[in-house]
């Protein structure tokens, strides 16, 4: 579930704190921020050294939110704003607990996982201004940790290459703490209930960023036949011009999801 689950933050933290795993944790509220930052604090990088018996894995954790509105989507579908989850979250890697040193002799790198707002049956793609203003958020926050940009498939095979190749050539001022050689990187996804896309997409996509492979990475689900996706591809275009004529009353034909639970 995105809001309500019987699985609490501190018992999958706890459960996950001596693992070699990477963690992703989705942020869907931004009541939920704070307190969830304070768990990470007090679990994953100020833990009992007493229970420690081996050295603990090297491992990633991203704060991921959907901090702007994207293709069909508007300012107040936004669930977690830009500003709030920033703030809280510079304000929690610029306290003493998270210095260097701390991260280091905890093993953890910490990432941003930024995204947009969408309807993933938006007939257009991103455009440049969604990655400007993307560049500004980041810019004018000063985040100095490494940066994944998330970004729907459908969507991203609809959309101008360029902004988002100038995207992943700019680099953060700490490169040397990226899970990567890259301090910026692209993942590519498909959501929670979206039908999947076609080989087709994925191939588009990858040729269009062949330059930089290791910088583009994939969490989507793939049409097990082309006559299969071409369907799906052909509802989600309807239903999309759909929400777009309906929107106008300020309606939406589907109440489509944004991203996928990992």
């Not at 793609?125 to 490494?146: E, W």
């Not at 993942?187 to 290791?214: D, F, H, K, M, S």
Request: charged share 20%; aromatic share 8%.
């Amino acid at each position: 579930p995105e809001t309500v689950s019987d699985l609490t933050v501190q018992y999958l933290l706890e459960q996950v704190r001596d693992l070699s795993l990477h963690l992703k944790l989705d942020f869907k509220e931004s009541i939920a921020v704070g307190p969830t930052l304070q768990l990470i604090k007090d679990i994953l990088l100020c833990p009992d050294n007493s229970r420690i018996t081996r050295p603990l894995p090297s491992r990633t954790l991203f704060l991921n939110a959907d901090i702007l509105p994207g293709p069909g989507r508007s300012p107040g579908d936004l669930t977690v704003p830009a500003t709030t989850f920033l703030n809280d979250c510079t304000t929690f890697l610029d306290q003493e607990v998270l210095s260097e040193s701390t991260a280091q002799s905890n093993n953890i790198t910490i990432a941003y996982s930024l995204g947009w707002k969408v309807d993933v049956c938006c007939p257009f793609g991103y455009t440049k201004q969604h990655v400007r203003d993307m560049n500004r958020v980041i810019s004018s926050n000063r985040l100095k940790v490494p940066i994944v940009l998330a970004v729907n498939a459908r969507l991203l095979a609809k959309s101008p290459k360029q902004p988002f190749l100038d995207f992943l050539s700019l680099q953060e001022e700490n490169d040397s703490s990226s899970p990567s050689s890259s301090s910026r990187q692209l993942l590519v996804w498909t959501g929670a209930g979206e039908p999947p896309i076609g080989q087709y997409t994925l191939r588009r996509i990858q040729c269009l960023y062949a330059q930089v492979p290791g910088q583009v990475g994939f969490d989507v689900q793939v049409a097990p036949n082309a006559m299969t996706a071409r369907m799906y591809d052909v509802i989600m275009w309807v239903l999309g011009w759909k929400n777009l004529l309906l929107g106008l009353w300020g309606k939406r034909a589907w109440p489509t999801s944004t991203k996928k639970i990992s």
